[in-house]
């Protein structure tokens, strides 16, 4: 198989302004260490964001345990054993964290859990279809949680 002449330089080229387009390293920048930290501090800025986001929703599934007179309301802290809290809270079977890991299905039983969260909470059941929305899902846990 043969290339044409000018094909290889062309597709280098090609292939060398992607490079530039897709990568976040000012063109200009004569140090190094430029992209390592601007890298470094966007990584720090989602991992706090992530750790801020995390502390918030656990202490709010913690709270919404204790209002709710929930056994072992320190499971709120634990990644996985959470969810078992929130099931327990909703009063839904623990067979349920298997649907939970189903693609689509996933979505119509974490509202129906937030639902029975609401409920268990005295609230309307309506705020547990709230967490589908981007942002309000935010606002939610904490209203629950708060909230007389």
Known sequence: MTLRPGLLPRFLRSLLAL???FSAVPVFAQDDRVPTALLGGMMSFFLLFGLAGYIYIALALYTIAQKTGTANAWLAWIPIANIILILNIARKPLWWILLLFIPLVNLIIAVLIWIGVAEARNKPGWWGILMIVPLVNL??????AWSD
């Open 139 to 144: 606002i939610v846990p904490g209203y629950l």
């Open 19 to 21: 490079g530039f387009f």
